[in-house]
């Protein structure tokens, strides 16, 4: 999990509207930064992407949506809350 917090800073990763968001926690949800502020589960490959094609930060209650967006067989399927 500290491994997967790495790529958050290895990536680009530019999210600072919610300090909830954190590397830690979502890493600790599955999610490893595999672009430029893109996310994407180990597990079931859910992918989410944090802002828009303008490169403003999409809404906190959108991104949430998208985050428990796992597979239902997915180990981390609707743990974000
Ligand atoms: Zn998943």
């Known amino acids: 999990m500290v491994e997967r917090a790495k790529t958050f800073q290895i ?3 530019h999210y600072r509207s919610n ?4 590397p830690y926690l979502l890493s600790s949800q599955g999610y490893e930064c595999v672009d430029l502020n893109t996310l994407e589960c180990i597990v079931c490959h859910n992918k ?3 802002t828009t094609e303008e490169g403003n930060e999409r809404p906190l ?6 985050l428990n967006n796992h597979e239902a ?3 981390y399927h609707g743990q974000i809350g």
């Open 11 to 13: 990536f680009k990763w």
């Open 48 to 50: 989410v992407l944090f």
């Open 61 to 66: 209650d959108e991104l949430l949506k998208e």
């Open 19 to 22: 300090d909830e968001l954190n």
């Open 73 to 75: 067989s997915c180990e």
